[in-house]
């Protein structure tokens, strides 16, 4: 019995886990099974946590329900290794929700290397089950952050609290969760997505000299209310800006913009670090990270080469769109690892080199010519410099236009729940479609915006570049 009432000990997941052989069998040889991403031997998945490279390897850690793929039962983190962002090692479960502290389940986290170590931290979960009157959001949960030391990232370490219910501002609710760490001048801070009482989101700073002792220093908000919770902080430094990046939940759509239940949207700070403050920069409406169906929760962290790379999980709570493996026992991935830079004042992503690898023959092409069964693997770049419309037909019926200043990605008939996304921009000049068997990831502009959606639909028989002025494509064949 896997639930939220359990706690789960890894004893217990292997118990279970010693049954599901011929279902993990017969999940991994599925076709729909993506080439060059991660996704989860059984269930379900969601966030990415606790990100860290060590040696030339990858640590990559997810939010984990493999008990049930629609995501009844409770989450543990699972933990996988990359060296190349094409193939990933999956080393099964190394948290689980089998204390007081994570009762309930083991949230979202980070994790942060200093002096050799690994720090973990993430939040428990625990609710209360004594009484049937409970709201789990004034009342009947606890969020602990906790903390884990450790040089070995297959065992995480004793779990400590670093933050705990009596230690959030006399505002906020019981949610607060998703820690993330970031260091400037010597100063720790943590950065935790937060609910005030009165349902509005904004992000809790602690600071700390040490990693272990934290103390509450201030918030992040806005002035008006957007979302009810803010979830999965990322607080960054990048090209000499300092970049949020936090999932408001409940945001009400505005016209092609938060069109999903829950919003990944990013923010310019401006800090004064002596104080410390933190203050959203500029007016108007916050840019959405990835204008897909499925982005969500991502996370960041620099890597050896001094890349900021960026996971996001390809899925979204609560949406209507549907992803048609739940039936067959697994649902969810995360997105392809994208570099992030600023330019011109945008965050801008773009696929991690190491997925080039997988570029096999190339076919190049002009406005008007088509490639010939493209099949659902291919990495698709089209130059289009002052073109005034252009199609491109990435799947059966999927169709990805530009088109009087809007960008539109068309999920067809079969998309599940997804029809339409659309983006305003003022000019197109480059394309990139990263299509992976059940996976689309389109990057506009050089990554200016980004739109990630699963697709279920079969592969078109045929791609034209159709376009009204020039343009070009080159498109690339992937295969291992
Ligand atoms: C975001 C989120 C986090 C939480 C985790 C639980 O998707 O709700 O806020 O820590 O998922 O799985």
């Given at each position: 019995m896997?639930?939220q009432?359990?706690?789960?000990?890894?004893s217990?997941?292997?118990?279970?886990?010693a049954?599901?052989?011929e279902t993990?069998?017969?999940?991994?040889?599925d076709?729909d099974?993506?080439?060059?991403?991660?996704?989860?031997?059984?269930?379900?998945?969601?966030?990415p946590?606790?990100?860290?490279?060590?040696g030339d390897?990858y640590?990559?850690?997810?939010q984990?329900?493999p008990?049930?793929?629609?995501?009844?039962?409770p989450?543990?983190?699972?933990?996988?290794?990359?060296?190349?962002?094409?193939?990933?090692?999956?080393?099964?479960p190394?948290?689980?929700?089998d204390?007081?502290?994570?009762?309930?389940g083991?949230?979202?986290g980070?994790a942060?290397?200093h002096?050799?170590k690994?720090h973990?931290?993430?939040?428990?979960?625990?609710?209360?089950?004594?009484?049937?009157?409970?709201?789990?959001?004034?009342?009947?949960?606890?969020q602990?952050?906790?903390?884990?030391?450790?040089e070995?990232?297959?065992?995480?370490?004793?779990?400590?609290?670093a933050?705990?219910?009596?230690?959030?501002?006399?505002?906020?609710?019981t949610?607060?969760?998703?820690p993330?760490i970031?260091?400037?001048?010597?100063?720790?801070?943590?950065?935790?997505?937060?609910?005030t009482?009165d349902?509005?989101?904004?992000?809790?700073?602690?600071t700390?000299h040490?990693?272990?002792c934290?103390k509450?220093?201030?918030r992040?908000?806005?002035?008006?209310k957007?979302?009810?919770?803010?979830e999965?902080?990322?607080?960054?430094?990048?090209d000499?800006?300092?970049?949020?990046?936090?999932?408001?939940?409940?945001?009400?759509?505005d016209g092609?913009?938060y069109?999903?239940?829950h919003?990944?949207?990013?923010?310019?700070?401006e800090?004064?670090?002596?104080?410390?403050?933190?203050?959203?920069?500029?007016?108007?409406?916050?840019p959405?990270?990835?204008?897909?169906?499925?982005?969500?929760?991502?996370?960041?962290?620099?890597?050896?080469?001094?890349?900021?790379?960026?996971?996001?999980?390809?899925g979204c709570?609560?949406?209507t769109?549907q992803?048609?493996?739940?039936?067959?026992?697994?649902?969810?991935?995360?997105?392809?690892p994208?570099?992030?830079?600023m330019?011109?004042?945008?965050?801008c992503?773009?696929?991690?080199?190491?997925?080039e690898q997988?570029?096999?023959?190339?076919v190049s092409?002009?406005?008007?010519?088509?490639?010939?069964?493209?099949?659902?693997?291919?990495?698709?770049?089209?130059?289009?410099?002052?073109?005034?419309?252009?199609?491109?037909?990435?799947?059966?019926?999927?169709?990805?236009?530009?088109?009087?200043?809007?960008?539109?990605?068309?999920?067809?008939?079969?998309g599940?729940?997804?029809?339409?996304r659309?983006?305003?921009?003022?000019?197109?000049?480059?394309?990139?479609?990263?299509?992976?068997?059940t996976?689309?990831?389109?990057?506009?502009?050089?990554g200016?915006v980004?739109?990630?959606s699963r697709?279920?639909?079969?592969?078109?028989?045929?791609?034209?570049?159709?376009?009204?002025?020039?343009?070009?494509?080159?498109?690339?064949r992937?295969?291992?």
């Amino acid at each position: 019995m896997f639930d939220q009432k359990h706690r789960v000990t890894r004893s217990d997941y292997e118990l279970w886990r010693a049954g599901q052989d011929e279902t993990a069998a017969r999940i991994a040889a599925d076709p729909d099974r993506l080439l060059f991403h991660a996704e989860p031997e059984l269930g379900w998945l969601n966030d990415p946590n606790g990100l860290v490279q060590v040696g030339d390897t990858y640590h990559i850690y997810h939010q984990y329900d493999p008990f049930d793929a629609a995501h009844g039962g409770p989450v543990l983190w699972n933990h996988l290794t990359t060296k190349d962002f094409v193939t990933y090692e999956n080393r099964g479960p190394a948290l689980f929700p089998d204390s007081d502290l994570d009762s309930s389940g083991a949230y979202s986290g980070s994790a942060f290397m200093h002096d050799g170590k690994i720090h973990y931290f993430y939040t428990g979960n625990v609710k209360h089950f004594d009484r049937d009157d409970y709201d789990y959001v004034l009342t009947g949960r606890d969020q602990n952050q906790i903390h884990m030391v450790t040089e070995n990232p297959d065992k995480l370490g004793e779990k400590h609290i670093a933050v705990g219910p009596v230690d959030y501002p006399d505002d906020i609710s019981t949610h607060v969760r998703d820690p993330k760490i970031l260091e400037h001048d010597g100063i720790y801070y943590m950065v935790l997505g937060a609910r005030t009482k009165d349902d509005r989101g904004c992000v809790l700073v602690y600071t700390s000299h040490d990693l272990e002792c934290w103390k509450y220093a201030t918030r992040i908000e806005l002035g008006e209310k957007f979302g009810f919770m803010w979830e999965c902080p990322d607080l960054f430094e990048l090209d000499g800006e300092l970049i949020l990046v936090c999932c408001p939940q409940g945001v009400p759509a505005d016209g092609w913009r938060y069109q999903n239940p829950h919003q990944c949207v990013w923010f310019r700070i401006e800090a004064d670090w002596e104080a410390p403050s933190f203050k959203i920069a500029g007016q108007g409406m916050p840019p959405m990270v990835d204008a897909g169906f499925d982005f969500y929760a991502p996370q960041s962290f620099a890597d050896a080469d001094g890349r900021r790379i960026m996971i996001g999980w390809a899925g979204c709570p609560d949406a209507t769109a549907q992803n048609p493996t739940v039936e067959r026992g697994w649902q969810c991935a995360l997105t392809v690892p994208r570099v992030l830079n600023m330019r011109d004042g945008k965050l801008c992503q773009w696929p991690a080199r190491e997925v080039e690898q997988l570029r096999k023959e190339r076919v190049s092409v002009t406005a008007g010519e088509t490639v010939g069964s493209p099949g659902r693997l291919f990495d698709a770049v089209v130059s289009c410099r002052g073109t005034k419309s252009i199609e491109l037909e990435v799947r059966e019926g999927v169709v990805v236009c530009f088109a009087s200043g809007m960008l539109t990605l068309d999920m067809g008939d079969e998309g599940y729940g997804r029809d339409k996304r659309s983006v305003e921009l003022d000019e197109l000049y480059c394309l990139r479609v990263l299509s992976d068997a059940t996976m689309l990831e389109v990057f506009v502009n050089d990554g200016e915006v980004a739109l990630t959606s699963r697709t279920y639909s079969s592969a078109a028989p045929a791609m034209q570049l159709r376009a009204e002025g020039d343009a070009s494509m080159e498109f690339y064949r992937l295969a291992r």
